[in-house]
């Protein structure tokens, strides 16, 4: 069975960081496009980042540029999302997804394979 699982969420004050992790169980995500998601409540799902198979494509939305940074350890079957200087807006559930396609994309119905999702609240 194919899963993501996200983990390094919680509670963080303005202006702090977090690293989330999504490590994949039952495949390898060699091959895979890896993208981060999240949603607020009361908010449309919004792409936060993606980054190619081979790591060497990146893309991030305006609205996290210059303060989360996405990479992939394919030895550790693992994607991770270092988020800086978090901000209150950034409070969400983080999802990360997969798929198996050429672009780098934000858009989330070319993902295939999402995670359970993992909270992230910003709060002093």
């Known amino acids: 069975q194919l899963q993501l699982v996200e983990s390094g969420g919680g509670l963080v004050q303005p202006g702090g960081s977090l690293r989330l992790s999504c490590a994949a169980s039952?495949?390898?995500?060699?091959?895979?496009?890896i993208g981060w998601f999240r949603q607020a409540p009361g908010k449309e799902r919004e792409g936060v980042s993606s980054?190619?198979?081979?790591?060497?494509?990146?893309q991030y939305a305006d609205s996290v540029k210059g303060r989360f940074t996405i990479s992939r350890d394919h030895a550790k079957n693992t994607v991770y999302l270092q988020m800086n200087s978090l901000k209150p807006e950034d409070t969400a559930v983080y999802y990360c997804?997969?798929?198996?396609?050429?672009?780098?994309?934000?858009?989330?119905?070319?993902?295939?394979?999402w995670g359970q999702g993992i909270q992230v609240t910003v709060s002093s």
């Open positions: 980054i190619s198979s081979s790591g060497g494509i990146r």
């Open positions: 997804a997969a798929h198996r396609g050429a672009p780098v994309t934000l858009q989330g119905p070319l993902y295939e394979y």
């Open positions: 039952g495949f390898t995500l060699d091959y895979y496009v």
